[in-house]
Every structure is written in structure tokens, then in C-alpha cells.
């Protein structure tokens, strides 16, 4: 018998790797090839037939529930869960016992990335028995993971970020239960931090029997929590990007390669080089957008080189002599290149913030 699938998707945490960009935002909508990270997921389990999904929220909340709504945009009908405090994964699943209403359920941490999706785990899960299954991903350094060890080709463990690695199989924060993990998060104690954390509940279904099962992913699988991690998965999504122009582009423009225009876009006297999208409502004027960029909604980049890197909403970059590559931008930035002598830099810089300067 197939079993139906739910999802509990967590989109509360505060970001602090992507500080300070997370100070005035949610981390999971943060914008990669100008899209929404935690959009990737949705649409990730509407394709694997999940229709049904929980949004655990917190202090971002508002923002989150107005970006993604009742979820009709992505064939999905949403339902939102508040948690107070980051009380742990584990604790997101309390929350939910009345939406999960005992039915089995993918838990999908909303910064993952994984672009080949989660649709055939997600069957596999449907068809057979299993209490649990987790998705692991092969990572070079697996001291800063939660890592799988295993026995005879069968979870035996996870230990957290080990200085001795049992393995190089990282949890990647997407998991599937049946009801049985109702009974191990309600019995678990809060780890050190004060947090119920899932790899315990997964330990308890382990030691009580549990039929726990394992999948390594095949392709990329990125945690985006930090700038590298963002400007990795930008480049991935643009490398499979379809050229489109909702946008215009005067006679003294080019567009070369794989470039999206989005609607209200406008390309003045500038050279877009793809895999790039330029968002709507944006101008580029007299400038050059190198490839792997994505420039999101209502920007304006004017005299200025910009290269494999991701800027985000209503932001200005104008007269700038050095080229910008390889960097992430922010929100309501203004980036002002200044050719007066004497030579100077001025800056305003949030908590957090890191310049490179050359």
C-alpha cells in the first residue's frame, strides 16, 4: 500500500551564518538565480507529490507568509506553525502533532539546496515500511557535519561535527518519518544548547528497534548558510537556466549565452554575458554583468563591471572602476564609486559585514 506523504518544512531559524543579510530577513528567502531559497524546496516536494505542507515560522513569520501565501502559486496548500523560540527540530515536530495528524511526513529544513530533488526517496519512503529515512550527501570536510556511521551498510549513528569522522556521509537536513517519531521526540532530552535535536530522536528510534534506512543523494546537495554556499548554488541553477527576454535592450546592447530578462528589465548600452538573469524593473546602463550573476528585482547597476555574484533587491551600483566579482550583495544597497582625489574610502558596515579591499 503506498502511503501518503505530508511535509513540515522549518523556515525559523535566524541566519546567523549569513549575517549581517539576515538582520532584516528571513535566511530561507534569500534569493538565489533570483528566486527564493525556500521556494527551491517547495517545489521540490510539490514534484515529489506532496501537497500538504507545514511552514514551521518565527520571528520572520510575517515576511515568510507573504512571500509564499496559502501555497495555490506552487499546487500546494500551506499551513503555517509558529515556534517562539528555537527550541530545536525536534521540537518542530511537537508543534505539528496536530497538522502531521499521525501520517508519515518529509522533514525538510528550508536552506537546503538540492538540485536533483528528493522525488524518488520520497517514492521509495511511500512504498515500503520504514520508520525513517535519512538523506545523507558525501562532503570533503565532514568534521563541521553531523556524519553518518555506519555498520554493515546500516546507520548505527550520527555524531555531531566529530574531530575523528566516522565517515565523510553528512545529514543533510532532509528526513521522513511515519508516527513512530512522535514517541522518540516527546522522549528525548534538550541537548546542551537546550534544544530537542533530531539526530537524538533518531538515535532513540535506532536503540528501540526502529526500521531506520539511509540514501546517499546523487548530485550536488548545498547547506546555503553561508555567502560561498549562496553564490555555489546561484551558479548551479543559472548553469541549467533557459534564455528568456520579457525584458529590452537597446541597439548598443548585447546579450550572449543563456541570459534572462526578466519583465520591465531594461539593458542600456551594456553587455549581459550568461548565465545570467537580470530581475524585473532593474536597469543596466553603460555597464557589463559577467556571467554566473543573478541581479534581483529593482536594481540599478550604472558604469560598473559585475561578475559571479548575487544582488539582491532595490540596490544601486554605480561608477564603480574596479570590477565586483564573486561577492553577495544585499538589500537597499548603495555602492557609489568616487574618482575625486584625494583617494578615500567612506563606509557604512552592519554588524558582521566583511570588505575585501584591493
Known amino acids: 500500500m503506498t502511503r501518503t506523504l505530508k511535509a513540515l518544512t522549518l523556515s525559523g531559524g535566524k541566519g546567523s551564518r549569513l549575517r ?33 505542507i507545514g511552514i514551521i515560522v518565527g520571528d520572520t513569520r510575517e515576511e515568510v507568509m507573504a512571500a509564499v501565501g496559502d501555497g495555490s502559486s506552487f499546487g500546494a496548500r500551506i499551513s ?4 517562539e523560540r528555537p527550541l530545536g527540530i525536534a521540537h518542530t515536530i511537537i508543534l505539528a502533532r496536530d497538522f502531521l495528524a499521525g501520517d508519515p511526513f518529509v522533514l525538510y529544513l528550508g536552506d ?49 561535527k566529530p574531530s575523528d569522522p566516522p565517515s565523510d556521509l553528512a545529514v543533510i537536513g ?38 531506520v534506512r539511509v540514501d546517499v543523494v546523487r548530485g550536488p546537495w548545498i547547506d546555503t548558510g553561508k555567502m560561498d554556499d549562496i553564490l555555489l548554488a546561484n551558479r548551479l541553477v543559472l548553469e541549467r537556466l533557459e534564455p528568456s527576454v520579457q525584458g529590452s535592450l537597446d541597439g ?83 555602492i557609489q564609486g568616487d574618482r575625486c582625489k584625494p583617494r578615500t574610502y567612506r563606509l557604512v558596515l552592519g554588524d558582521f559585514s566583511q570588505v575585501d579591499v584591493p
Open 80 to 83: 503555517y506553525i509558529y515556534q
Open 252 to 334: 548598443a546592447s548585447r546579450l550572449e549565452g543563456r541570459v534572462v530578462l526578466e519583465e520591465g528589465s531594461r539593458v542600456e548600452n551594456s553587455l549581459v554575458r550568461g548565465p545570467a538573469i537580470i530581475g524585473r524593473e532593474t536597469r543596466i546602463v553603460d555597464s557589463y554583468v559577467g556571467p554566473f550573476t543573478s541581479v534581483y528585482h529593482h536594481c540599478l547597476i550604472e558604469g560598473s563591471e559585475v561578475a559571479g555574484s548575487v544582488v539582491l533587491e532595490n540596490t544601486t551600483i554605480h561608477g564603480m572602476e574596479r570590477r565586483i566579482e564573486d561577492s553577495l550583495i544585499g538589500r537597499n544597497v548603495r
Open 174 to 211: 532532509i528526513y521522513m518519518f511515519d508516527n513512530a517519531v512522535q514517541e522518540a521526540v516527546q522522549a528525548i532530552q534538550p541537548s546542551a544548547r537546550g534544544e530537542l535535536e533530531i539526530t537524538d530522536a533518531i538515535q532513540y528510534l535506532l536503540e528501540h528497534g526502529a526500521d
Open 112 to 160: 537546503n539546496f538540492l538540485p536533483e530533488g528528493i522525488s524518488d526517496y520520497a517514492q521509495r519512503f511511500r512504498a515500503d515500511s520504514a520508520n525513517c529515512q535519512v538523506l545523507l550527501s558525501a562532503v570533503p570536510n565532514p568534521q563541521d557535519f553531523g556524519i553518518a556511521e555506519m555498520e554493515g551498510g546500516q546507520l548505527r549513528r550520527v555524531v555531531e
Open 20 to 52: 549581517p543579510f539576515t538582520y532584516t530577513g528571513a535566511k530561507q528567502l534569500v534569493p538565489v538565480a533570483n528566486k527564493p531559497i525556500l521556494f527551491y524546496a517547495l517545489e521540490d516536494l510539490v514534484r515529489a507529490g506532496v501537497r500538504d
